[in-house]
């Protein structure tokens, strides 16, 4: 899967948006802010990659376990699903 093209991501002021550019901004009206690993998440979905994958990605990066890793990589790619901002 991978974050549909269209979004560029900012930082601005210390903190990371993403904003739609072009087409998207009709089919988006907003943007998004994340937090730090929420910028890694959609660093690593600017790819296509698997869940799986992005979970190695995240335990090589942060000292943290696969099934935490796992548990939120989730919840960051249901939220990109629920904005449509995702394609698989």
């Known amino acids: 899967m991978k ?7 900012r930082e601005i002021a ?3 948006i993403v904003v739609p550019v072009g087409s998207a ?11 730090e690993s929420g910028s890694f998440f959609w660093d ?3 790819n296509d990659i698997t869940i799986d994958e992005a979970v190695k990605m995240v335990t090589d990066e942060y000292e943290i376990d ?3 890793a796992r548990r939120d990589i989730e ?7 629920e904005h449509n901002l ?3």
């Open 75 to 81: 919840k960051f790619v249901n939220m990109l699903k």
């Open 66 to 68: 696969d099934a935490t």
């Open 3 to 9: 974050i549909k093209s269209g979004f560029a991501k």
């Open 25 to 35: 901004s009709s089919e988006f009206n907003g943007m998004i802010t994340l937090n």
């Open 14 to 16: 210390g903190s990371n």
């Open 44 to 46: 690593c979905f600017c």
């Open 86 to 88: 995702i394609s698989e």
